[in-house]
């Protein structure tokens, strides 16, 4: 592992002290869903290593005591790991936002035009286009956008939750319009427990969708006409996708009292 | 049920599946009926959930890489193509020309090995036993293909993030190209069993109509859209892996009835052969991987990157954190979609047709179901 890892490393870097390697498998095989690793999961080995510099880019593990090498001295070794730790929390962060373009066009441009500051973002990044609107204003724009620009095909809903935030889940629509060849994104951010309208009477299609999100994330579509559990037995207690809802702490009651087995978990 | 509020004398709910062999797994599917008339059709579904997007947040990008072959376990090579375009859009690397042409070979091969699979089984619930035994011959030399090619039949977990593991084995060409020349032949034998056959036209014509306005409403994609004569394919709109490189055609029909979903999936596998024979002939020289580095992490970003699979549109929609694990991986199925359509299609319609029209969705439930 350790001989694998070098050539990826600064080459100034030969790193007998300290064998090396090793420290790719551990910490990021658990790198928590928090997206702030820096805490106790460290960087990662490679590329940080490579922009703190070369000098210590021979770069300890850091739970890790030195591998096979260690004979050498162990106590050098220690140190230097320990000299290193310092220096690990400042490096070079990238910062934690999405590095998008702004989006303006003619459609950006009408719709900006159309729902004013309930829009609050046209943004493009890797070439897909995106905006952010506010809740109660997603359903007037999909509207909008199917009548007066032929958006006519409803891709996908979908919801990512964001625990730390205070609007802790962003709804995601993705749409399509058939005669321009175009894609883009409509995403919404609300609070635990706040409704959002329906897009069935719009796009029949959100029917399943939307109750998917609402069974994996119990997020409610006021309007919508048959807001059931889709994929999950309809008693199952709690919403899987939800970021606080663990493998581990799945509905084991419903799985002992309905398949009379208990969960391998 | 939408409303069962009250029953008349010949008003009926029954019960089909999930242990039903023509719904294709365990898709449950309860019907209201009027004597033979269909009133509607409600599905139940999630008999096969896994929680696939949940175990993606908690895998490493390489490590959810296996799972996504076992969604649509029949065109596994698809599900992975569309996960490792997904991926790589967040990176911001595209995979080497000879990379991608073996992709665009393997993932042609794919849509007609899942396309037979559908031929024979369709055919099977209508009644027709002997296409079976035929496609299964063709399906074969396919997954043999696989098999020298990547070790694993069915499931292959054959592309890697940023390329491809294998490099092409000695006379995988060969291989190819005499499954080309071989198959062409046995799509007209198929053609003869079914095409014109009374019976079979009896059973399709005018079943489970799904016109185009209905099909955008729903979100169909794929060969049923294009049977309602919507000239729409994203290997054609939104090119990807070198696809704008190859001249072919995308089938449509004007009827959107279940046998013009047969029809066009007969010519998809005619110009899946048609692509397949250009690629083949001119695979570029060079790496098989991007640079991609051991560790992936993309950074932070959220990415829509689909692509025509043998179903419809199967999309990815991936948020990254920065980390090593995806934060959120989002499926979107075209078996899932599409399924939605059934309680519209099937209104109306005589009870023995919903074999024929579930039939003609062509779903996998380890898709829908996830």
């Given amino acids: 592992m350790a001989d694998e890892k070098q050539p990826d490393r600064a080459e100034g870097a030969p790193a007998p002290s300290s064998g090396g390697g090793g420290a790719s498998g551990g910490p990021e095989g658990k790198a928590p869903e928090g997206g702030a690793p820096s805490k106790e999961a460290k960087p990662q080995p490679p590329e940080s290593a490579d922009e703190t510099g070369a ?59 159309r729902f004013g500051d309930r829009i609050s973002e046209f943004s493009i990044y890797r070439d897909q286009k995106f905006l952010v609107a506010a809740p109660d204003a997603v359903v007037p724009i999909i509207e909008h956008l199917k009548l007066e620009a032929e958006f006519d095909y409803l891709v996908d809903v979908t919801a990512v939750d964001y625990p730390k935030k205070e609007e802790r889940f962003e709804v995601i629509y ?43 994330f119990g997020i409610r579509f006021a309007g919508h006409p048959d807001l059931r559990r889709i994929l999950l037995p309809d008693e199952w207690e709690g919403h ?26 | 049920m939408p409303e069962t509020t009250f029953l008349d004398a010949n008003e009926l709910v029954l019960n089909m599946g999930p242990q039903h062999p023509s ?50 376990y029949v065109a596994a090579v698809s599900n992975a193509l569309g996960y490792c375009l997904a991926v790589e859009k967040l ?43 035929y496609v299964m011959r063709e399906r074969e030399d396919i997954l043999n293909i696989y098999e020298r090619y990547c070790g694993a039949r069915l499931t292959t977990h054959a592309f890697r993030i940023g390329g491809l593991q294998y490099e092409v084995y000695e006379g995988m060409e060969r291989d190819v ?45 794929g060969p049923m859209l294009r049977a309602a004569g919507v000239k729409w394919d994203i290997r054609k709109a939104h090119p990807y892996s070198g696809y704008e490189k190859y001249d072919f055609e995308i089938p449509t029909r004007e009827n959107g009835d279940t046998y013009d979903r047969y029809i066009v999936r007969i010519q998809e596998m005619r110009q899946s052969v048609r692509i397949i024979e250009q690629a083949v002939e001119d695979i570029p020289e ?43 991986v989002r499926v979107r199925p075209p078996s899932f979609v599409n399924l939605q359509a059934l309680d519209k299609m099937s209104r109306g319609s005589l009870v023995a047709d919903i074999v024929a029209i579930i039939g003609t969705i062509d779903i996998v439930l380890g898709e829908v179901d996830r």
């Fill in chain 2, 286 to 328: 060079g790496p098989i991987m991007a640079k991609v580095g051991k560790v992936i992490k993309p950074p932070v970003g959220e990415a829509y990157v689909s692509i025509e699979a043998p179903k419809g549109e199967l999309g990815y929609f991936i948020v990254s954190d920065g980390s090593t694990q995806p934060y959120r």
């Fill in chain 2, 91 to 133: 990176l911001g690397v595209e995979a080497p020309p000879r990379a991608q042409t073996v992709r665009v070979i393997l993932t042609e091969l794919n849509r007609i090995a899942s396309h037979l699979l559908w031929l024979g089984t369709h055919a099977l619930d209508i009644g027709a036993i002997t296409p079976l035994f």
């Fill in chain 2, 177 to 221: 190209k005499q499954f080309c020349k071989k198959f062409l032949p046995r799509v007209d034998e198929y053609e003869e069993l079914l095409t014109e056959n009374r019976i079979w036209k009896d059973r399709l014509v005018n079943v489970g109509i799904l016109n185009a306005e209905d099909c955008k409403a729903y979100g169909v994609t």
């Fill in chain 1, 240 to 265: 899987p996708l939800r970021k606080d809802s663990s493998i581990l702490n799945m509905d084991q009651k419903w799985v002992q009292e309905n398949l009379g087995i208990d969960s391998g978990q």
């Fill in chain 1, 174 to 216: 993705i749409l399509y319009s058939f005669a321009r060849r175009e894609r883009i994104r409509i995403k919404t951010r609300i609070k635990d427990g706040q409704e959002l309208a329906s897009v069935v009477p719009v796009h029949p299609a959100a029917n399943w969708l939307e109750r998917e999100v609402f069974d994996m």
């Fill in chain 1, 55 to 113: 000098g210590k880019a021979g770069g300890t593990p850091p739970g890790k005591p030195p591998a096979k090498p260690a004979g050498a001295k162990p106590a050098a070794a220690k140190a230097a790991g320990a000299a290193k730790a310092p220096p690990r929390k400042p490096p070079p962060k990238k910062p934690a936002v999405m590095e998008t373009e702004p989006w303006d066009d003619e459609l950006s441009r009408a719709l900006k035009e």
């Fill in chain 2, 23 to 72: 719904t294709h797994g365990v898709l449950r599917v309860v019907l209201k009926l009027d004597g033979e008339k269909i009133l509607g059709a409600e599905c139940v579904i999630g008999y096969l959930h896994r929680g696939v997007e949940k175990i993606g947040e908690n895998r490493t990008y390489q490590m959810f890489a296996p799972y996504v072959d076992r969604m649509d």
